[in-house]
């Protein structure tokens, strides 16, 4: 089964937090659900450098991330694949971006995380961040 090492932001703005609703995916139990924005770790990345060149891929969002900003990991298994997934605080001054690979997006108080629909791999840090 194929593996991946992957980075999420979570990207917050005051006491609101950035979710991202997926495009279709090639796999339906993942398209269309919200998730945290990031992507792949390239070889030889650093995970926060990963995040900073997923961030401006994706949103043309500029971020400053360090190791201290860590979160957690997430280790999940999908039916097709396993993905090991380093997420990050992403604290940002304003919420401008360029939506480019995802179909819709809300900003959220922490409390009503739960209310979307969320990628599996995504609900531990959901999970973590409603528990405070």
């Given at each position: 089964?194929?593996e991946?090492?992957?980075?999420a ?101 922490k409390?009503?995380?739960m209310?979307l ?10 999970k ?5």
């Open positions: 089964m194929k991946l090492e992957v980075v932001g979570i990207i917050v703005c005051g006491e609101e937090i950035l979710c991202m609703q997926r495009n279709k995916a090639k796999y339906d139990y993942i398209s269309y659900k919200f998730e945290f924005p990031g992507g792949k770790i390239e070889q030889g990345e650093r995970p926060t450098e990963a995040l900073k060149r997923e961030l401006t891929e994706e949103l043309e969002m500029k971020v400053n991330v360090d190791e201290c900003d860590f979160f957690m990991e997430v280790d999940h298994s999908y039916s097709d694949f396993k993905i090991k997934m380093k997420s990050f605080i992403c604290q940002v001054q304003d919420k401008k971006f360029t939506m480019k690979e995802h179909i819709a997006f809300k900003w959220l108080k409390e009503h995380l209310e629909d969320w990628a599996e791999a995504d609900k531990p840090i959901v973590k961040l409603v528990e405070g």
